[in-house]
Each structure stands twice: as C-alpha cells, then as structure tokens.
C-alpha cells in the first residue's frame, strides 16, 4: 500500500444548518482510485467540496487530513496550492476572462515543497499544447471565455485539462464522465488512467459503470443519505446496476 | 437626502474665480479669445446653480463641495499628437471650439478658463491617430474638438489624469462633429485624483452612415457627473458606446448617458459596466430617444453593475421616450454581488481571494474594453484603460 494521500475522518459538513454529511470515512493512497456512487442529493458533490474547502459547506464534525497536514480549517486556495484538486461537476462560466489567462494564472499558484514554481510562458505553451492533443481540445478552446457557452462536454474536458497542466497529488473528479459522448468519455478515461500512477489518488464520483469500464477503481464507496453504506472493489458497481441503491441502502 | 425641488446651495467659491483674475490670466490673448472668454464667464456669473429640482440632477449632491481652496484657475500640463491648439489653427474662429448642446454653469466656466484647447480636425477621406493627454493644476478645463469630414477616419485617445489627492476641480467639454460616412473611435479615460469633482460633457453629432465607437471610462475623482450625448442625425448612422466605471471609498459616479436617434436606419448599441468597492455610489440613466421619422431605429442599451461590498450601490436607471412605429428598442440591466461560485472555482485552482476577484473584475470590464482599439501604436490602451479601473478595484488581498 502506497502513502496515504488523504483521510476523510468521520466527517460531518452542514450546508445553509442542514446536516448533509453524516460521519464519512475515506481513506486514499498513493497510486489508488476511488470511486464514490450514490444517488441523486446523496451528498457526493458535498463531499468532494467540502475536501477543497467550499465556503458553504460547513464542517461541524471531524477532519480532512492530506499528506499528514489537517488542511480542515484551511482556505480552499491553500488547498489547491498543496495538491488538492477538484473536477467540477458544473463549472462555472467565468465571462470575460479567457481560458489562456486562466490556466496561466493557476500555473502560477502552483507549489512545490511549498516553493513557487517558475514556469516559463514557453513551457507553459508546450505543455498546454501537448495536453490539449491528448484530449483533443482545438487551439480556438484557449481565447473563449472560462466555460462559458461551453457544452457539457466541453467544460469536462476543460477540467480535465487543468488537472493534466496542474498535476495535483490528489484529484476528485465529480461525475467528470457525465456529458460525454463514448468518444469523450474514452478519451477522458484514458487520460485519467495515465494520470493515476504510483503517487497520486483520484477519486472519481461517479453514477455510470460505462465509466468504470474504462477506469478501474480500486475501491467503491456508496454513498447513501450523507453516509457511506457499502464499500467494496469494482464488482459493488456492478451490483449497483442489478440492485440499485434504495435496495442496498436498506440491507446496510 | 435627495429631495427634488430643492435647490443646489451655491459651491463657495475663492478669488480665482474673478473676472480679475480672468482678465490677468489671458492679457496676452488675441481680442476675440478675450472677448469668447469674457462673454462666458458673464454668462457663468448670470446662471444659476444646477438645482436638485432637475431631473439629472437630483441624484448628486453637490453641497460638500468646496472650491475656496483654489488659488489659480488653469495650468495643467497638456500633451498632444495629432491635434493641434485651438487658435492655432487657421480653421479655428470659424470652428469657434466645441459648443455644448446645453450650457450650464460648468459648461460656461469652461470656457471661460480653458487652456490648451484641443482641436483634431479630419479632412475628407483622410485618416488620422490623435492622443491627448491632460495633466490637471487644481481646478482644469479641458476641451476639445474633434471634426470629421466627411470620409474620414480618426482615432482620438483623451486622458484626463491628476494624481493629487487634494480638492480640485475639472469641469471638461469634447464635442465629436462626425460628417457623412466618417468612422471614429473616441476613447476617454478619466483617472483625476481622489478629490477631484468632475463635472464633464462629451457630445457626439452624426451625420449619415457614419459610424462612431465611444469608450468612456471613469475611475479616478470624487464626484463625477458626466453626460454623455450621442444624436444621430443622419440615416444609417451607427454608435457603440462602452461604458466602464470603477469607484472605491465614498467615490460618486453619477453618468447621464443620452442616444437621440434622429434619422431612419440609425443603430445604437450602450453598454455600461460599473465595478464599486467601498462605500462608492454610481447612478446610471441611459436614455434612448427616437425621434418621429426615425423609423427602423434599432437601440440597445445594457448596464451591470458589480458590487464588491455591501456598502457600495449602484442605480441603472433606462428611459426609453419613443416617438415612431417601426423601431427596435431594447434594455436590461443587472446589479450584483461578487459570484461566489466562480470565486470558489478560481480559488479551487490556487487563486488566493484577492487574485481570483481581480480576474473575475476583469472579466466583467472585457465586453466593453475589447472596444477599445488596440495594436500596433495604440496597444498601450487596452492595458492603460485596464490598469486605471483596476487599481481603484485592487482585490481583497490589500483591503483585507
Ligand atoms: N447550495 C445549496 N443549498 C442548499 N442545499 C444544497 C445546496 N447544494 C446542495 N444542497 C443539498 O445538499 C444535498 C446533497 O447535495 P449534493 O449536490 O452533494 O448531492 P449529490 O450526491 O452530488 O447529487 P447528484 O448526484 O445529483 O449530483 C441535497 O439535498 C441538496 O439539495
Ligand atoms: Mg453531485
């Protein structure tokens, strides 16, 4: 088993006073993928960004430790900046500002044993181009505003693009394969799979096994009404498809 | 505080603003400049102050201010490329300088007290790059022409700037004179120091199938009221104009923008964009008037305002007066607090709070300055109109 990357410790996260997380327990290593299935309002998108530290989701209960440190009652910048990073489930449109000068500012934030890393606008090019080949995003995506009058599609595969150029230690993706056509979702599974190597975690949220055809996790967690019900390897996605979650929900 | 049929008290003003010290400042002037200024400053004296009773007036209290202060009227600096001083110019007397569609007590004094006079004038079919830029003494007026014949095409870049923080005043004046098939782009930028009451008109006359770009930025002042006046007085004109304001502190923006659509086939497009911090206060009335006769008029008008603090507050205020059938006439406008969604998103991506409002600013300002033009000898203007509303906006990282 490789480091532990990130411990989800009986959690507990209200938002706008109503309790929404119950008490969750994850446990990510290195070189592992998770993936998270649960119903609609089970509290998945809440769980991943109560991780990254959204405002509204207030932690009452519990901790959220990544690489060793509690990084609970941190800022959600200083988060991103120490590896965390988060897929949106929907990304929001930014006007105004292109997708260029975005990701050029982000690469800016990035740390690395907590020392700014310099990246030269050449670099940066490079890695940028290289990047988008391997998801097949065309040149025009970079001077169109942050997802704005983006498809579905688009804006996944944008998020995606910033986690290939910001290299996070730890990445969840939420329902990142949703809005995608089999094409899309082939070669977003694939470029997560190159991801996913020995010393990062990803955690994938998820409401499809098509997803998991591609991607392999090497656990599943069901979340059910803020808790985490069953927990198994690839196979509980498969049981999902035959038994749906209410039945699951009441044998736990 | 606003209460209409009131009237302004008088601004208490010091000795400089004397016909003695009119006559002492301008002895060397040729006779009929002494006689233009003369004229002006009796009719400064003889009218009134604008009163609250006004309609456009009644949202800008003009009773903190006080010009006792001022010990001299002019001076300035004035920096010009592509223009030439009025009274320089042979064309001068018969173009006889900008007149305001409306006096009124500002208007007069600038003309009474205004040096450096701007006048770009564009023969038919020519072609011009005009920059202005004006360095404020305490109290300044600038004022400007700017001809086109018919034609012809012109850029013209006027900077208003001041970087004192102390009381002062500018009371400005621009008339754009744009001929039959001339295409203009006036852009302004008003960056006055913070003490500054600015009192300005800019006023822009079309004549058939011209076609006008205004962008009009504010960011510097305390107290800006500001009336922009477009008439398209000829079929097929085209305006855009692009509005971008920013204020902070107890900053007062008050814009009066008017499109009168005279002539058939005429088509406007306003766009405002104000971004306040602090306790600042912006007012907007964008007012579209189509005229009988103007039929297949086509106006849009758009405002947004960004609120960056609970404090500030901004008004749009749209008035469409529509006197033909016939016609495509539109507004909307929106007023709002900072997104916290896309602050998340950009924070989520290792933007500190500050770094991600300030893009997320100046996304907001894009639409309207990708209006401004830019490249080659003008590429500083995008990033100078930018940098000027950006750094009143600074983000959260300063201001805490
Ligand atoms: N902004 C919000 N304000 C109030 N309640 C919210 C808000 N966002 C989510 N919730 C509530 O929190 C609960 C969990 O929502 P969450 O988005 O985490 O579910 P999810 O498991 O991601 O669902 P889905 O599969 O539909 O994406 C739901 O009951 C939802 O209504
Ligand atoms: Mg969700």
Redesign the interface.
């Known amino acids: 088993m490789g480091e532990t990357i990130l411990t989800i410790d009986d959690l507990h996260v209200q938002v706008e006073g109503k309790p929404i997380l119950r008490g969750v327990n994850l446990e990510v290593h290195a070189g592992e993928i998770h993936a998270v299935m649960g119903p609609n309002g089970a509290g998945k998108s809440t769980l991943v960004?109560a991780v990254?530290g959204?405002?509204?989701c207030e932690v009452t209960g519990g901790r959220i430790v990544f690489l060793g440190t509690d990084v609970t009652g941190m800022?959600?910048?200083e988060r991103?900046?120490r590896g965390l990073?988060?897929g949106?489930q929907n990304?929001?449109a930014?006007?105004?500002?292109s997708v260029a000068?975005?990701l050029l500012?982000?690469m800016g934030?990035?740390r690395v044993d907590g020392q700014p890393q310099k990246i030269s606008i050449k670099e940066f090019r490079t890695a940028l181009k290289e990047k988008m080949a391997q998801l097949g995003i065309g040149d025009s995506f970079l001077g169109r505003?942050v997802n704005d009058g983006f498809s579905g599609g688009e804006r996944k595969r944008l998020e995606v693009l910033?986690m290939l150029m910001?290299g996070p230690t730890m990445a969840l993706l939420d329902e990142t394969d949703s809005g995608l056509d089999i094409d899309a979702l082939k070669t977003v599974a694939g470029a997560v799979n190159r991801y996913a190597g020995s010393s990062v975690g990803v955690l994938l949220v998820t409401h499809y096994q098509r997803l998991l055809g591609f991607v392999k996790p090497h656990r599943v967690h069901v979340l059910v009404d803020g808790c985490v019900v069953r927990r198994g390897g690839p196979d509980l996605a498969l049981d999902l498809e035959s038994v749906g979650y209410e039945q699951l929900a009441a044998e736990a | 505080m606003t209460m209409p049929g009131t009237t302004h008290m008088p601004i208490p003003l010091g000795s400089a603003f004397s016909r003695e010290a009119l006559e002492a400042r301008f002895r060397d002037e040729p006779d009929w400049l002494k006689t233009r200024r003369r004229l002006a400053w009796e009719r400064f004296e003889s009218s009134p102050w604008p009163s609250r009773a006004d309609e456009e007036w009644r949202r800008t209290d003009l009773a903190r201010l006080d010009y006792r202060g001022i010990a001299r009227l002019g001076g300035g600096q004035t920096t010009m490329d592509g223009a030439a001083l009025f009274g320089h110019a042979p064309e001068s007397c018969e173009q006889a300088g900008p007149r305001p569609s409306r006096e009124t007590k500002f208007t007069a004094l600038n003309e009474a007290f205004a040096e450096a006079e701007a006048l770009v004038h564009v023969a038919p079919g020519a072609t011009r790059l005009a920059s202005i830029v004006r360095r404020g003494g305490e109290a300044f007026f600038p004022r400007t022409l700017v001809v086109l014949e018919e034609r012809s095409e012109a850029v013209v870049v006027e900077v208003e700037e001041d970087d004192s923080c102390r009381s002062g005043l500018c009371s400005g004046l621009a008339e754009l004179r744009v001929g039959p098939g001339a295409k203009l782009t006036y852009v302004r930028v008003q960056v006055l120091g913070e003490g500054v009451g600015n009192f300005d008109t800019i006023q822009a006359t079309l004549k058939a199938g011209s076609d006008v770009t205004l962008v009009v930025a504010n960011a510097g002042g305390q107290l800006t009221k500001q009336f922009v006046e477009a008439s398209l007085v000829g079929e097929g004109a085209r305006l855009g104009l692009f509005g971008l304001t920013a204020g902070a502190r107890s900053q007062h923006h008050d814009i009066q923008a008017t499109i009168v659509h005279a002539a058939p086939s005429t088509t406007s497009d306003v766009l405002y964009r104000t971004a306040l911090r602090g306790r600042a206060r912006s007012v907007f009335v964008g007012t579209i008037q189509v005229k009988k006769g103007a039929s297949k008029t086509d106006a849009y008008e758009a405002s947004r305002n960004l609120l960056l603090s609970k404090e500030a507050r901004a008004d749009s205020i749209p008035r469409l007066e529509i006197e033909t059938d016939d016609v495509r006439c539109g507004h909307a406008s929106a007023t709002g607090p900072l997104d916290e969604e896309q602050l998340f998103y950009l924070m989520s991506r290792g933007l500190t709070a500050g770094e991600a409002e300030n893009l997320i600013v100046e996304g907001f300002f894009a639409d309207a300055l990708t209006r401004a033009p830019g490249g080659g000898e003008l590429g500083w203007v995008p990033d100078f109109v930018r940098g000027s509303l950006m750094r009143v906006l600074e983000g959260r990282d300063r201001h805490g």
């Open positions: 960004q990254l959204h405002p509204r800022k959600c910048d991103a900046r990073f988060l949106f990304p929001v930014v006007p105004g500002v000068n975005f500012a982000a934030t990035r505003s910033q910001l």
